[in-house]
T-cell receptor
Framework: DGGITQSPKYLFRKEGQNVTLSCEQNLNHDAMYWYRQDPGQGLRLIYYSQIVNDFQKGDIAEGYSVSREKKESFPLTVTSAQKNPTAFYLC???????????????FGEGSRLTVL | KQEVTQIPAALSVPEGENLVLNCSFTDSAIYNLQWFRQDPGKGLTSLLLIQSSQREQTSGRLNASLDKSSGRSTLYIAASQPGDSATYLCAVRDGDYKLSFGAGTTVTVRA
């Protein structure tokens, strides 16, 4: 089945460590996104990518890094520079070509990161 | 900067009642608006996507309307069921990449 797979589902990190969250999609979507969700707030955009080997910062990119070496994959690294990394992280993708589903965003199941 | 507001933050209704969820946005120059459902600890599931040229979209018991000029969208869920209990979020797209999300309305349908 087509979809977006995020792993791990739960992750615990000690302060000062970098961690990488995986996001893989088999929907053949061009654009991929990382969002952060905190209780009582709307989703906030961390990074996005519309094409392989290219990505842009979103609203809260500080302390995060990404890569886009393959169309299917968009991993997110939460670095030790991120001051408050405990959150629920969501990966999303959407097609960019014209069509009935242009613009529709699809999400993975999320990864919950807790800093101990 | 686009601001998206969903009021109320939480709603509790008895089973069978119709649900009305509101979403308002400050900048009417949008490409589309999307409604999502989120279960606790899960990702977002797309419910309906309304393009800026459309007034409404329907899927089963769900109907979403869009009034761009007044900056409002409403999601109607007919004959609610306990399985409809979830958080419902709306998001507006006003750029090639930019989606702005509301904080959501958490719905509880009482059996």
């Amino acid at each position: 089945d087509g979809g977006i797979t995020q792993s791990p589902k739960y992750l615990f990190r000690k302060e000062g460590q970098n961690v990488t969250l995986s996001c893989e999609q088999n929907l053949n979507h061009d654009a991929m996104y990382w969002y952060r969700q905190d209780p009582g707030q709307g989703l906030r955009l961390i990074y996005y990518s519309q094409i392989v080997n290219d990505f842009q910062k979103g609203d809260i990119a500080e302390g995060y890094s990404v890569s886009r070496e393959k169309k299917e994959s968009f991993p997110l690294t939460v670095t030790s520079a991120q001051k408050n990394p405990t959150a629920f992280y969501l990966c999303a993708s959407r097609p960019l070509k014209a069509g009935a589903n242009t613009g529709e965003l699809f999400f993975g199941e999320g990864s919950r990161l807790t800093v101990l | 900067k686009q601001e998206v507001t969903q009021i109320p933050a939480a709603l509790s209704v008895p089973e069978g009642e119709n649900l009305v969820l509101n979403c308002s946005f400050t900048d009417s120059a949008i490409y589309n608006l999307q409604w999502f459902r989120q279960d606790p600890g899960k990702g977002l599931t797309s419910l309906l996507l309304i393009q800026s040229s459309q007034r409404e979209q329907t899927s089963g018991r769900l109907n979403a309307s869009l009034d761009k000029s007044s900056g409002r969208s409403t999601l109607y869920i007919a004959a609610s069921q306990p399985g409809d209990s979830a958080t419902y979020l709306c998001a507006v797209r006003d750029g090639d990449y930019k989606l702005s999300f509301g904080a959501g309305t958490t719905v509880t349908v009482r059996a």
